[in-house]
């Protein structure tokens, strides 16, 4: 694919429902990153893949939020019993290898996610 | 820690104006430096980046940034502002691994 895809564009659930979140990265790239955009905030980072690991969950905000990722490609990130806190714009971002902290950032879309 | 601040959330400037969009970092080592768009309904994409080379650094679309240490600055500019700028600037500082911290981005708005 041409760039990171990420679907549903939008989400409405109800308060207790479970959602999950998929981003496809491009392809060849190695690193997978989460972040969530709240309405007047910055990026909040989530979670950061590399390859299928997860080196890094310090950024997720509780047990009822967890990620996975498989093959080295597709991720899915999961929110159970959503609360109306959880509503945001989910981000994914891909980058090409580990090496770190020069690494370009290539960002989907995002996911909209509203809870009522 | 790591951090960063964008001051103004919000700046407005006319079409062909200086456009200056501040941000200021907090490290404790060298820091690598980016900056990021987000056009409406659009992914952010990658302005322009500072990796420890030349402290002035040339991006997409007629931006630049300019490293200054002394200051803990980052500060983006392009001397002449288009409509199609319109958009959120996100300033991104990476101390260590795959830290990336984002300031919370000023909403760019140009006018006629």
């Known amino acids: 694919g041409a760039g990171v895809s990420q679907s549903p564009s939008n989400k409405v659930t109800e308060k207790g429902k479970d959602v999950e979140l998929r981003c496809d990265p491009i392809?060849?790239?190695?690193?997978l990153y989460w972040y969530r955009q709240s309405l007047g905030q910055g990026l909040e980072f989530l979670i950061y893949f590399q390859g299928n690991s997860a080196p890094d969950k310090s950024g997720l905000p509780s047990d009822r939020f967890s990620a996975e990722r498989t093959g080295g490609s597709v991720s899915t990130l999961t929110i159970q019993r959503t609360q109306q806190e959880d509503s945001a714009v989910y981000l994914c971002?891909?980058?090409?290898?580990?090496?770190?902290?020069?690494?370009?950032?290539?960002f989907g879309p995002g996911t909209r996610l509203l809870v009522l | 820690a790591q951090s960063v601040t964008q001051l103004g959330s919000h700046v407005s400037v006319s079409e062909g104006a200086l456009v200056l969009l501040r941000c200021n970092y907090s490290?404790?080592?060298?820091?690598?430096l980016f900056w990021y768009v987000q056009y409406p309904n659009q992914g952010l994409q990658l302005l322009l980046k500072y990796t420890s080379a030349a402290t002035l650094v040339k991006g997409i679309n007629g931006f630049e940034a300019e490293f200054k240490k002394s200051e803990t600055s980052f500060h983006l500019t392009k001397p002449s502002a288009h409509m199609s700028d319109a958009a959120e600037y996100f300033c991104a500082v990476n101390n260590y691994g795959q830290n990336f911290v984002f300031g919370p981005g000023t909403r760019l708005s140009v006018l006629p």
């Open positions: 971002a891909s980058s090409l290898a580990s090496g770190g902290r020069a690494e370009t950032q290539y």
């Open positions: 490290s404790s080592v060298p820091p690598y």
């Open positions: 392809s060849g790239h190695t690193a």
